[in-house]
């Protein structure tokens, strides 16, 4: 049963203290250990073992998750100084849930199963809102036998996982959902743009959409920010035009065109440098109202 | 009150049908008239009356709510011989749900309008189906005192309705809507095929985009088509073009910029003659997987 | 002989005044006719008769040349009070300059041709300055014995005529060669932006590119203009926007996707609205550099 | 004077011996090497000496040129065993005519200039024929004084060269040269297949277009191709999709936007998956005639 398997979560931030929360109060036996160790004192309070080192934490479970920011903190606590592999004894399988390239994945992987430990790449699709809600969703690729062992898991964790490959599937999943988060963005720019200088208030438009068969939660949330200009970044457009390197990286090396997808790119690009690099990458709007010419107003 | 207005209904084909019946249903006094008569059985089976001649309709209503096919239908059945205007005595108010341009729409209105008759245009955003299920949604614009008049019709015909401005901005809205699903078609499409060449099964994807917060009805709804490959028309590809050549119009006359809504009007050229003109537009995807080297196979 | 014909030339403005001085200069019997009189003094000093009505002018000549700026000229001139079909006896031929659309070339050709006059559609390519050194070009449409009368004085006119088809094809040729001329443009832009960022001088670059198999006569003579930022109008980005037009809607209507052609476009549209209308179109290249964040300076 | 100095020549291709053969024909003192002797034959024909090593070389000469054809070779015949600096005696300056990316430049530079030795990166814009006819072009960067030293050595080869910067720029002008080559190529395509489908021969069209201001010799070059619909390869689909790689590298890198860049970088992708990789990149105009659903057939 999965539900007895002893866990270890690697990296309580925000989302992987949201995340790893959903397994402590579903009544898991978790073992949690972070750099800055203050950020697992809600997490303790809620039920979980803290771990002294990530040595103590590979020793001591059966599956460690990993949830970290950059892929040179993935390569580090796995196989750096003190990392899992350092440890005596190690755990049967690692999932990292984190955001990195298929290329790092690989090379990360290369170095788990070398090892002879099971390795998941299981990036999650969410803000830590919506992982406390249940909402979030998971992707995982990697052995299937390893992803049948922990699905329970991930599916304690998020509303649902989809297994999409034995390689790095996943990660490439990741990148298409953001691709088309990008699109979806330039797309809803030029018809509310186009909307309001036909003498539609942005509101309307909005409450329109938001009604139809083209929903969809992201546009419903973001509809207020649309309507303040508010730009406060959740997501900067630097961070979308990393992502969508990385998604024109795979698209060449899958010599796939993407006549959409490198437009935006250009237009994510010009809105950086038209001033919009450190802002919410929805700014995008105000770019395409500039393009045409409109000055934009809050609306409520 | 509104319920105490007699109501019309002109055009009973697969969408009036469904929309006038959920009036009747609602315990609304409906008077009906179609052209070809026996398409309004069912409707006087469930309540309706039905007129002889659209004078007769005319002469009989309060307010006339038309759905017609074509430009040309709605100004025949408005202005033609034996057309709505040609009664005795006019309705108060002239409603036409029917997918026509601004031009169209300006030139109706300043018909019905000089004639002492108010009039609001109100396009429909979903099919039979789901409008039969209460889950359409209208677009409004006219003066907002005939929109508050018959607001109370059409959130019963619909989930709900928005007044979009006190002109012809419910057909822009419409296009608008039309512009947008095909940036997220052809958006899909790249993701979808980006994904499924890198080894991702198309059925895994698309349940994975679907429990995202970017999935929306429409995409879980064509689903199936996407995976089985069925390009069966609910809307061609060369319809959606007519839409594009609206919304192309209408920004070149407001002046806006659309990158993203050109670059997709070539490539839904391009798709209408390489073979799909008469296929579904979802076909757009099947383009998108040839360009890509692909060959797709239908999964479930 | 084609020489032996009595020509009119209709229209001296600065265009019309170059075309027929090389007729002219060449020993031509020319009869000239201009709005504002004046604008035929140096033509009759030059050798030209000079006719006081455009009636007199047709009952002059055997073949009548027209070069007039707006397609509502064109169609007075020839069928308005006092137009040259109101004459007692008709030329021979008729030979249209101008710039219009296929639309309104067909309309004119038919009204000519209904009257038994011969009508040749011939735009040219090159500016006043260009006619002069007889290095402009002129595309022909229309019946080929029309086009073999008169080439010899096209022939006379400019370096070399070329016949195009039996219609409208030389006013489609024009909005090609337009559509062409607007693409190099920005994709000049786009290379040397690249170049002068990546630390290239732009004076370096161009010089480089007008030796190179790709130097084309414009951009030699542009060059000085893109390197002292000079965007003083030969030909405004509205009037490109216009050529624009005209090329997408032939396109449309032959069923052409223009990938490049439709972004551009775009490109054209977001410049007007950034300041650039009433510039020359050249000032795509500052739009290009704004774009990637750079403060141009001028060079010399 | 540059004429004194000694010159080496390592690598004669084809268009490496074109390009010495320039200098030796001008009285040069020129040393030869190649790694196949036999192809340095005609060359020695011509007067010039042949070294047994690319040592012997090294050491016999102020001056060496190379031109060889990957980025591993140029690394190779440099640093690798009994490469150039490998010598005794080193030369003043290594000119690399080659094309390699802006950074196996820097990287080679380093290498060699860490030896004393000046370096100037120098590729050239021409093929063989266009070299022998002295109308090809080089660029040329690195240090000015190393310029000002062999730019009489590069006028001899070139009908001009460029001074385009201090570091690796001149590779960078090569790329821009080459995106702007087919950015050309994407906008005649498009204006040619709508000439055609609106009914004038591509012959007529062509001659036209070539003998106006937007003529270039490379069209005119391959005008023949295009009516004959000859795509044997001078440069193939996949070798301009590398430089676009290149190209669109240095936009990203340098936070430049090329909208119409990136477009046909998709452009290109889709003809070498349709089929087009190894054809000649003027394919492209089959591909856009594709799009619009034409069947062309070759003209003379």
Same mark, same amino acid.
């Given at each position: 049963?999965?539900?007895?398997?002893?866990?270890?979560?690697?990296?309580?931030?925000?989302?992987? +203290? @949201?995340?790893?929360?959903?397994?402590?109060?579903?009544?898991?036996?978790?073992?949690?250990?972070?750099?800055?160790?203050?950020?697992?004192?809600? #997490?303790?309070?809620?039920?979980?073992?803290?771990? %002294?080192?990530?040595?103590?934490?590979?020793?001591?479970?059966?599956?460690?998750?990993?949830? &970290?920011?950059? !892929?040179?903190?993935?390569?580090?606590?796995?196989?750096? %100084?003190?990392? #899992?592999?350092?440890?005596? $004894?190690? !755990?049967?399988?690692?999932? %990292?849930?984190? $955001?990195?390239?298929?290329?790092?994945?690989?090379?990360?992987?290369?170095?788990?199963?070398?090892?002879?430990?099971?390795?998941?790449? $299981?990036?999650?699709?969410?803000? !830590?809102?919506?992982?406390?809600?249940?909402? $979030?969703?998971?992707?995982?690729?990697?052995?299937?036998?390893?992803?049948? /062992?922990?699905?329970? /898991? #991930?599916?304690?964790?998020?509303?649902?996982?989809?297994?999409?490959?034995?390689?790095?599937?996943?990660?490439?999943?990741?990148?298409?959902?953001?691709?088309?988060?990008?699109?979806?963005?330039?797309?809803?720019?030029?018809? *509310?743009?186009?909307?309001?200088?036909?003498?539609?208030?942005?509101?309307?438009?909005?409450?329109?959409?938001?009604? *139809?068969?083209?929903? =969809?939660?992201?546009?419903?949330?973001?509809?207020? %920010?649309?309507? @303040?200009?508010?730009? =406060?970044?959740?997501?900067?457009?630097?961070?979308?035009?990393?992502?969508?390197?990385?998604?024109?990286?795979?698209?060449?090396?899958?010599?796939? !065109?993407?006549?959409?997808?490198?437009? &935006?790119?250009?237009?994510?690009?010009?809105?950086?440098?038209?001033?919009?690099?450190?802002?919410?990458?929805?700014?995008?709007?105000?770019?395409?109202?500039?393009? +045409?010419?409109?000055?934009?107003?809050?609306?409520?």
């Amino acid at each position: 049963m999965a539900n007895e398997l002893a866990i270890g979560w690697l990296g309580t931030g925000r989302m992987g +203290a @949201a995340m790893s929360r959903r397994l402590i109060d579903a009544g898991h036996d978790v073992t949690v250990w972070n750099r800055t160790r203050s950020k697992t004192d809600d #997490l303790a309070a809620a039920g979980a073992k803290v771990a %002294d080192t990530k040595v103590d934490l590979a020793e001591a479970v059966d599956v460690v998750f990993i949830m &970290v920011s950059r !892929p040179s903190d993935l390569e580090e606590v796995i196989a750096g %100084d003190g990392g #899992l592999l350092s440890a005596g $004894s190690l !755990p049967k399988v690692i999932v %990292d849930c984190s $955001s990195v390239s298929p290329e790092v994945s690989a090379e990360v992987r290369k170095m788990v199963t070398d090892r002879g430990v099971a390795f998941l790449a $299981s990036p999650i699709s969410g803000n !830590p809102h919506v992982v406390a809600e249940g909402q $979030s969703i998971l992707m995982a690729s990697g052995d299937k036998s390893t992803y049948d /062992l922990v699905a329970p /898991l #991930l599916n304690t964790i998020s509303k649902t996982s989809v297994y999409v490959g034995d390689g790095e599937q996943a990660r490439i999943v990741k990148i298409c959902h953001n691709l088309y988060l990008g699109m979806l963005v330039q797309g809803l720019s030029e018809v *509310t743009v186009l909307a309001e200088k036909s003498g539609v208030p942005r509101s309307a438009f909005l409450e329109f959409l938001n009604n *139809t068969v083209l929903a =969809t939660d992201w546009v419903r949330k973001r509809t207020p %920010d649309m309507l @303040a200009l508010d730009w =406060t970044p959740t997501f900067t457009t630097e961070l979308l035009r990393k992502d969508f390197d990385l998604g024109l990286a795979v698209a060449r090396d899958q010599e796939v !065109p993407m006549p959409m997808g490198a437009g &935006v790119m250009q237009l994510i690009q010009a809105a950086i440098m038209r001033g919009h690099r450190d802002d919410d990458f929805l700014s995008l709007f105000a770019e395409q109202a500039d393009s +045409a010419g409109m000055k934009l107003e809050a609306e409520k």
